[in-house]
C-alpha cells in the first residue's frame, strides 16, 4: 500500500466544480459549495476520490482543515 500527498489550493462558491494539477505539482481545486459546516471540504474529498479512483475511506485531510491551502493524503494499493 503506498500514500499520496497532494497540495491543493481550494476556491470555494465557483461557478463550476473540478480539480487541476498545476505545473509544479499542486493542485488548484475548484469548488461550488461555500466554506460552511465543511461542505467544501466534502465535495473537495468526493473530487478527489474521483480523479485518482479510490475509495471515499482512502482520502482524508492531513492538514488545512479550515485555510484555502489544504494537503490531502491519498491510500493507494
Do not use: C, H, Y
Request: hydrophobic share 40%; glycine share 6%.
Amino acid at each position: 500500500m503506498s500514500t499520496k500527498v497532494i497540495q491543493v489550493k481550494v476556491k470555494p462558491k465557483a461557478r463550476a466544480s473540478g480539480l487541476e494539477e498545476r505545473p509544479d505539482g499542486s493542485w488548484v481545486a475548484q469548488l461550488k459549495a461555500p466554506p460552511v459546516d465543511g461542505r467544501a471540504n466534502e465535495e473537495l474529498i468526493a473530487l478527489v476520490v474521483e480523479r485518482f479512483r479510490v475509495p471515499r475511506s482512502a482520502v482524508s485531510i492531513k492538514s488545512g482543515r479550515s485555510g484555502r491551502m489544504k494537503l490531502i493524503r491519498i491510500e493507494s494499493r
